[in-house]
């Protein structure tokens, strides 16, 4: 069988169709987010939240037998938790709800947030607790009825855990943990660790800076040591111990290049992003947090994590399309040795594996959603359980996620069509923000901060072919990352703004005084011309929709928040004239712009 998805898949890749050539294929699948399946507590039943189809599936262990769930188109169903009656819960990332499944029907639809992420089920209040990526989190009675309780957190919110009666939540690109108090508000905050990296990147001329080079790319005094900070933290799972578990990706903080390898050569310790696991004993009001270990995985993109009853380790690595194994209490702590390599790995070939369970027993089980099929691993011996529905592949959503000999895939800098909110340094270029692809990107030609790539295809033979050293995107490729990403919308606005205030900030922002609306008009709020406004340079308009969720702001990432970029950065009165508004109408601006 797996030769046969082989097959499906190399012709997929080579394009074959019998539309037209100048006819773009149509775009199959959503971005990668990992966490989407769940082994339930009896161990005889897991149950598949499957986004690219829109569909709960009901797996039957014992017989293989499947039940189909159907939902609305654009639900995205993404996180999943069993409460004590049985009942599971499922979070419609797109659908702005959670679903309630008992037995094998739907029995409850509750709105919640634009954009629902993590789930926890409270034992003590037998209530779902859910964290937003607008920052709210929601708590609902698990046996049904309205919300008792919504309050803002922050922003980019991921999962939430319940640990020892104590609640957390993550943060998605920030990669920190946010203990909070019995009300829901930050009693502190845990940032996943930064470590020194030992890099060996050669990229055919472009080379790593000295440490203490005055660049603020690397640190220290040994050669060849650079930081590596935290970035993007796909998925957390409480451990039996009372630990968690964070799987997430570390930025090294060294120079770039636009040369052929620019972002990595290839080989040992040359990409800039390494995929890690990190434990931590979490902070419980009397005592602080204390990351117990940070070791490095070998793969890209680490988008899910389960753990066992006897604390055994599983993390899917979408881009390596491998699993890693590995006992928490024998992860190899971060030393500077580079190379390391924690946990064995194991391919399935079926794919990119998206989501990884254990169940009761500790049989392993792992998703692949193009086949689409479950592999459980019990004792070393696999068994495939084929799920209903075609083979699932779209040639650009593939290249999206595929590793390259630079150890980067594009979902590393872009998670879920996104950003990293990371600033990199390059040597030909300086400073750059990664850009955020969701939202209407084929509208948003030209591409880069300068404009300088006209069109996606010129971008994907320039940064996946030649700054990545990935192959050369065929013609398939070319005709199908658009539409995939074209999917993808704009990160939602807060839920809970002023509203009062955001009425007062459009006025501000439409007004002649501000002369806002000289750049950023229509759907877009941009007009894409390349202009000079102080900031260092001519730098393409941006699109100001979703703008709420991109700190840090501008090219340099010099604003840190909206409100910095008025008062501490920005260009001054050649970027809009706001020197004239008071503190109070600023406030009112930043407002408006959080509702876009």
Not at 128 to 138: H, K, N, R, S
Not at 587 to 592: N, P, T
Request: proline content about 6%; overall charge negative.
């Amino acid at each position: 069988m797996n030769k046969l998805v082989g097959l499906a898949l190399f012709a997929a890749a080579c394009g074959t169709t019998t539309k037209p050539a100048s006819d773009p294929p149509p775009s199959w699948g959503v971005p990668i987010t990992g966490g989407t399946i769940l082994a339930t507590g009896d161990s005889q039943r897991v149950v598949v939240a499957d986004p690219d189809r829109d569909r709960i599936v009901i797996v039957e262990l014992a017989t293989g037998k499947t039940t189909e769930i159907a939902l609305q188109a654009n639900d995205e169903p993404g996180r999943l938790v069993e409460d004590a009656a049985g009942r599971i819960h499922v979070a419609l990332r797109r659908g702005g709800a959670v679903v309630t499944v008992q037995g094998t029907d739907i029995v409850a639809r509750r709105a919640v947030c634009a954009e629902p992420r993590g789930l926890a089920y409270d034992t003590t209040s037998d209530s779902i607790d859910v964290a937003c990526a607008t920052g709210e989190l929601v708590t609902l009675p698990a046996a049904g009825g309205t919300a008792s309780r919504s309050v803002f957190v922050d922003r980019d919110l991921r999962d939430v855990l319940i640990v020892h009666g104590n609640l957390y939540v993550t943060r998605f690109k920030k990669a920190e943990l946010l203990a909070l108090d019995a009300n829901g508000a930050i009693a502190s905050r845990t940032a996943m660790p930064t470590v020194k990296r030992f890099d060996q990147f050669d990229s055919g001329g472009a080379q790593p800076p000295s440490p203490g080079d005055g660049t603020g790319i690397g640190s220290g005094s040994d050669s060849g040591l650079v930081d590596s900070i935290p970035a993007v933290a796909w998925r957390a799972v409480a451990l039996p111990s009372g630990q968690i578990a964070v799987v997430h990706q570390r930025a090294a903080q060294r120079q770039l290049s636009v040369v052929h390898g620019g972002y990595g050569g290839g080989g040992c310790d040359s990409s800039p992003v390494e995929s890690t696991i990190t434990l931590v004993t979490p902070p419980d009001g009397t005592t602080p947090a204390q990351v117990v270990a940070t070791a490095p995985l070998t793969g890209a993109l680490p988008v899910d994590l389960a753990v066992s009853a006897n604390g055994q380790l599983a993390v899917a690595l979408a881009g390596g399309k491998t699993i890693t194994t590995a006992f928490a209490g024998s992860l190899v702590a971060d030393s500077n040795q580079g190379c390391q390599t924690n946990g064995q790995g194991s391919t399935d070939d079926l794919g990119a594996p998206t989501s990884v369970a254990f169940d009761g027993n500790g049989d392993l089980i792992a998703y692949y959603p193009e086949v689409p099929a479950l592999v459980v691993t019990q004792n070393g011996a696999k068994r495939t359980i084929t799920l209903p529905g075609e083979l699932g592949y779209d040639a650009g959503r593939n290249m999206f996620h595929e590793q390259t000999p630079s150890g980067l895939a594009c979902a590393s800098c872009h998670p879920e069509g996104r950003d990293d909110g990371l600033v990199w340094k390059f040597a030909e270029l300086g400073p750059r923000r990664t850009q955020v692809l969701a939202g209407s990107i084929l509208s948003r030609a030209p591409y880069h901060w300068t404009g300088d790539q006209s069109d996606l295809p010129t971008l994907m033979d320039n940064v996946f072919a030649v700054r990545m050293a990935g192959t050369q995107p065929t013609h398939s490729e070319h005709m199908s990352l658009g539409p995939f990403l074209e999917r993808i919308p704009a990160p939602a606005p807060i839920g809970m703004a002023n509203t009062d205030a955001a009425v007062r900030g459009k006025a501000i922002f439409e007004s002649s005084g501000t002369a806002c609306l000289g750049c950023h008009v229509g759907t877009l709020m941009s007009t894409k011309q390349i202009v000079d406004v102080g900031t260092g340079g001519a730098f393409k308009v941006p699109s100001l929709v979703g703008v709420g969720a991109r700190a840090p702001f501008l090219h340099d990432g010099c604003a840190a928040t909206l409100m910095d970029r008025f008062t501490t950065c920005g260009g001054g009165d050649l970027h809009g004239k706001t020197s004239q508004l008071t503190p109070a109408q600023l406030s009112d601006l930043v407002a408006y712009l959080e509702t876009l």
